[in-house]
Nanobody, 124 residues
Framework: QVQLVESGGGLVQAGGSLRLSCAASGRTFSSYFMGWFRQAPGKEREFVAGISQGGSVTSYVDSVKGRFTISRDNSKNTVYLQMNSLKPEDTAVYYC?????????????????WGQGTQVTVSS
């Protein structure tokens, strides 16, 4: 398994940008499908974006398509989430997660390891 640590969250005005990073420990990072999830107060944790082991396949929830970009650097054991044109409804705690699946996955129970989360707050 891998240990995951997110960073890059903060407070930003609507229309602004943030880049989240998730650093993984361990030598098997490149074998994991990686995902970003978010959880707003009083809501279920939802899938935001995912990226395949080699980075060639990405997947997004419809609400962030065209605004968010997921990427990874296997040489640095890091996955990123570039968030542009942020909206107040993007406010949530964002979590990085790792899945042993070889296929893209969007459901929480397919992910084996989770980070502690980083808060993103978008003001109107």
């Amino acid at each position: 398994q891998v240990q995951l640590v997110e960073s890059g969250g903060g407070l930003v005005q609507a229309g602004g940008s943030l880049r989240l990073s998730c650093a993984a420990s361990g030598r098997t990072f490149s074998s994991y499908f990686m995902g970003w999830f978010r959880q707003a107060p009083g809501k279920e944790r939802e899938f935001v974006a995912g990226i395949s082991q080699g980075g060639s396949v990405t997947s997004y929830v419809d609400s962030v398509k065209g605004r968010f970009t997921i990427s990874r650097d296997n040489s640095k054991n890091t996955v990123y989430l570039q968030m542009n044109s942020l909206k107040p409804e993007d406010t949530a705690v964002y979590y990085c997660a790792a899945s042993g699946s070889i296929l893209p996955v969007r459901t929480r129970n397919r992910y084996d390891c989770w980070g502690q989360g980083t808060q993103v707050t978008v003001s109107s």
